[in-house]
């Protein structure tokens, strides 16, 4: 059987789909709705419920947490991987002190990807602990770190090219990382890399399953994140 040569979004133009052999048999009319470049947010709006993955695994499931009227779905692997991650955030939820996530990054980030989820996270309400804003002038990095760390319900790495020639060098961000992966709380965000390329250089960070940009975009991402650390009393 022929398969879709776009199966996530659709195709874009008419003449690929006319070009297309799965759907050039169909009459391409029906793809003239593509002839747009939509924004990141309206993919979220109008494809997640049959989004595929890269390896045909489907969103479209919903974990128990997700909020009422959310248009982000969730393939089953994901809703495994977080449910331990969630219950440790309901866990410490009547702690008001503490920060929604700590985002431990490599220092070449800081003023792009990183900064972009940051700024991603924050806009939805997410209290995020982030080097560029919380460690000031002559305050000590190591220890404004640790109480970061211990002062957060979930840590997210940012697993980007720039932090796998980091961690080899075992500076700032490789202590970051042994100490969350010592808990439970711990979610890799693997962004322009490969899970693959990772186990190359931590196999046990490598083994925790997280999110991917390469399957969804940074702002995608971001709202799953904020899903999993706001706690909504009146949906628990």
């Known amino acids: 059987m022929a398969r879709c040569t776009a199966p996530t979004y659709g195709h874009r133009t008419a ?15 029906s793809y003239s709705s ?9 993919y979220s709006n109008n494809y997640s ?23 982000i779905f969730y393939t089953d692997a994901e809703i495994r991987t ?3 991650v969630r219950e440790n ?11 929604d996530i700590f985002l431990c990054h490599a220092w070449d980030d800081r003023q792009g990807a990183a ?4 700024d991603l996270l924050e806009s939805l309400g997410v209290r995020v602990w982030f080097s560029e804003k919380d460690v000031g002038l002559g305050v000590p990095l190591l220890r404004a770190i640790d109480k970061g760390l ?18 080899p060098k075992e500076g700032i961000a490789d202590k970051e990382l042994s100490a969350l992966l010592a808990t439970e709380r711990l979610v890799p965000v693997v962004h322009q890399t490969t899970y693959e390329a990772l186990r190359e250089i931590s196999p046990l960070l490598a083994s925790r399953s997280g999110l991917s940009t390469a399957e969804e975009t940074m702002e995608e991402v971001a709202g799953k994140l904020a899903e999993l650390v706001i706690v909504e009393s009146c949906s628990e």
């Open 15 to 29: 003449s690929a789909a006319a070009a297309c052999p799965a759907c050039s048999s169909r009459g391409y009319r």
């Open 34 to 42: 593509y002839d747009y470049n939509p924004s990141p947010s309206s």
């Open 49 to 71: 419920s049959n989004r595929v993955t890269g390896n045909g695994t489907k969103r479209s499931s919903k974990p128990r947490w997700t909020r009422a009227g959310s248009s």
């Open 82 to 84: 977080l449910t331990p």
């Open 89 to 99: 955030v309901e866990i410490r939820s009547n702690m008001p002190d503490l920060r």
């Open 115 to 118: 900064k972009e989820l940051h």
């Open 150 to 167: 211990a002062n957060s319900k979930v840590g997210i790495v940012l697993v980007t090219p720039a932090l796998l020639r980091r961690l």
